[in-house]
């Protein structure tokens, strides 16, 4: 008869918990490289969107309404213009999309009105005859 000692060799165990948790642990690398970082990386994307939303922003919100942004609140929400004289409150967290971009703030010198080329005088000159 065989004694059911002789079936195992000795050390075996310990090699084996590092086998069976490899697998596992190469799982949980994959979830994190495939889902949870892009993931998070939309949630970021979408916070700085939301964080650029300026008054004369063309939005979308996720009841699917398109207007215009009239006046941003400190709470939160948002007055967005839908019809001619038809404002709506809207959270902010409600917006999933920024469609055109408004006029800028009168006084910012970082968006100067381009010059027409007959006004620089580079391509439109014509001389009296």
Same mark, same amino acid.
């Given at each position: 008869m065989i004694s059911p000692a002789y079936a195992q060799a000795p050390g075996a165990g310990a090699g084996d918990i590092f086998g069976m948790l490899f697998p596992l642990i190469l799982v949980f690398v994959i979830f994190y490289l495939l889902v949870?970082?892009? #993931? #998070?990386k939309r949630m970021k994307e979408h916070q700085a969107m939301l964080d650029a939303v300026k008054r004369g922003d063309t939005v979308v919100t996720a009841g699917g309404i398109i207007g215009k =942004?009239?006046?941003i609140g400190t709470d939160g929400e948002l007055k967005i213009e839908i019809a001619d004289g038809v404002q709506v409150r809207v959270l902010k967290s409600t917006i999933? $999309? =920024?469609r055109g971009k408004g006029e800028p703030v009168k006084g910012d010198? %970082? /968006? $100067? /009105? +381009? +010059? %027409?080329p007959a006004e620089s005088g580079a391509n439109g000159d014509k001389t009296a005859a």
């Open positions: 949870f970082r892009p #993931q #998070q =942004v009239m006046r999933t $999309d =920024v010198a %970082s /968006k $100067d /009105k +381009e +010059e %027409s």
